[in-house]
């Protein structure tokens, strides 16, 4: 009579050899990993990665965090799940972008050794222009940004609002009411280095992650930004308003995440001067949604809103 745990223990590798196959299988015949480097007005390149549809019908750039660069956040893989978010909209016909901004990633940082609130923008609004430039027939390019980002794609929309055809803003990290204070001036960048802890502390809601995908995620994030980039000049971020923001505007965010505040949030929301807008909450999700289980509904929740404003 066969051993039961002999068999169990086969099936179990075998069904692991499966999945692993069916991974490779899809990386075998998902787009392209792109990287190229984008010119800005003072000559400094930044690097910026697509995948795109054969034929895409819309056209969307996504932001990071604080910490952490493009290819960790929208961009992994492991042996056994595909997290990428760039993957996922390229399935939905899309040409999909992810940027590195100044000292992130392959970025270098400015010769300052700072990254500023108004640089970001500056630098975002160009990398549009650049991806317009590639995509004429598809008349602008959605802008999605996650945590900081989603400060810079708000800053960027409204400084630069011919340029973004649709704002998508999750995990938005601070009350607008609240006031930035400038670092010390002559201050010297601290290049402080980043940690295993630091880039593990997002995933908060049990039974969400597997700990596999966790391990892969802190390992890529170490990888792409073992030294944290720095940023002054905060009180820029000062200039933010809701009232002005005109172009059409998803605000997104997670039941879980310890950074939204929902008072605050539906103050903005309501203040927010573009009629064109919508504000969905994940359920069961924190602000590391997108690499978690609830990644397919804030998936969707995105294209559902791009689907949207072309009504």
Same mark, same amino acid.
């Given at each position: 009579?066969?051993?039961?745990?002999?068999?169990?223990?086969?099936?179990?590798?075998?069904?692991?050899?499966?999945?692993?196959?069916?991974?490779?299988?899809?990386?075998?015949?998902?787009?392209?990993?792109?990287?190229?480097?984008?010119?800005?007005?003072?000559?400094?390149?930044?690097?910026?990665?697509?995948?795109?549809?054969?034929?895409?019908? *819309? $056209?969307?750039?996504? +932001?990071?965090?604080? /910490?952490? @660069?493009?290819?960790?956040?929208?961009?992994? !893989?492991? %042996?056994?799940?595909?997290?990428?978010?760039?993957?996922?909209?390229?399935?939905?016909?899309?040409?999909?972008?992810?940027?590195?901004?100044?000292?992130?990633?392959?970025?270098?940082?400015?010769?300052?050794?700072?990254?500023?609130?108004?640089?970001?923008?500056?630098?975002?609004?160009?990398?549009?222009?650049?991806?317009?430039?590639?995509?004429?027939?598809?008349?602008?390019?959605?802008?999605?940004?996650?945590?900081?980002?989603?400060?810079?794609?708000?800053?960027?929309?409204?400084?630069?609002?011919?340029?973004?055809?649709?704002?998508?803003?999750?995990?938005?990290?601070?009350?607008?009411?609240?006031?930035?204070?400038?670092?010390?001036?002559?201050?010297?960048?601290?290049?402080?280095?980043?940690?295993?802890?630091? *880039? $593990?502390?997002?995933? +908060?809601?049990?039974? /969400?992650? @597997?700990?596999?995908?966790?391990?892969?995620? !802190?390992? %890529?994030?170490?990888?792409?930004?073992?030294?944290?980039?720095?940023?002054?000049?905060?009180?820029?971020?000062?200039?933010?308003?809701?009232?002005?923001?005109?172009?059409?505007?998803?605000?997104?965010?997670?039941?879980?995440?310890?950074?939204?505040?929902?008072?605050?949030?539906?103050?903005?929301?309501?203040?927010?001067?573009?009629?064109?807008?919508q504000w969905v909450i994940l359920s069961?999700?924190?602000?590391?949604?997108?690499?978690?289980?609830?990644?397919?509904?804030?998936?969707?929740?995105?294209?559902?809103?791009?689907?949207?404003?072309?009504?």
């Amino acid at each position: 009579m066969p051993n039961k745990k002999l068999i169990t223990v086969i099936f179990a590798r075998f069904s692991i050899v499966l999945i692993a196959f069916f991974i490779l299988q899809t990386q075998v015949f998902a787009a392209p990993l792109v990287e190229q480097r984008v010119t800005m007005d003072d000559g400094h390149k930044l690097t910026l990665y697509s995948r795109s549809a054969e034929n895409p019908t *819309a $056209a969307i750039l996504l +932001i990071h965090g604080r /910490t952490w @660069s493009a290819l960790p956040d929208f961009d992994l !893989v492991t %042996a056994q799940e595909d997290l990428s978010m760039m993957n996922a909209l390229v399935k939905e016909g899309m040409a999909v972008y992810a940027i590195d901004l100044r000292g992130y990633g392959k970025t270098p940082r400015d010769k300052s050794g700072w990254n500023t609130p108004e640089q970001a923008a500056k630098d975002t609004s160009m990398v549009l222009d650049y991806i317009d430039s590639r995509h004429k027939t598809l008349k602008g390019t959605t802008v999605f940004g996650w945590s900081n980002g989603s400060l810079v794609g708000m800053l960027t929309a409204q400084k630069y609002p011919d340029k973004v055809k649709n704002l998508v803003l999750y995990g938005f990290p601070i009350d607008t009411q609240m006031t930035f204070e400038d670092s010390l001036t002559g201050q010297i960048p601290h290049k402080k280095l980043t940690t295993a802890e630091a *880039a $593990a502390e997002d995933f +908060i809601v049990p039974g /969400t992650i @597997s700990k596999e995908a966790i391990d892969a995620y !802190v390992k %890529a994030a170490l990888a792409a930004d073992p030294v944290r980039a720095d940023w002054n000049r905060l009180s820029q971020w000062n200039q933010l308003d809701a009232a002005n923001i005109l172009v059409p505007t998803l605000l997104l965010q997670a039941e879980h995440d310890p950074l939204a505040n929902l008072d605050a949030d539906a103050l903005f929301f309501k203040k927010l001067a573009t009629q064109d807008k919508q504000w969905v909450i994940l359920s069961n999700a924190d602000h590391a949604a997108l690499l978690e289980s609830a990644r397919f509904r804030l998936y969707h929740a995105v294209v559902s809103f791009m689907q949207w404003s072309e009504l």
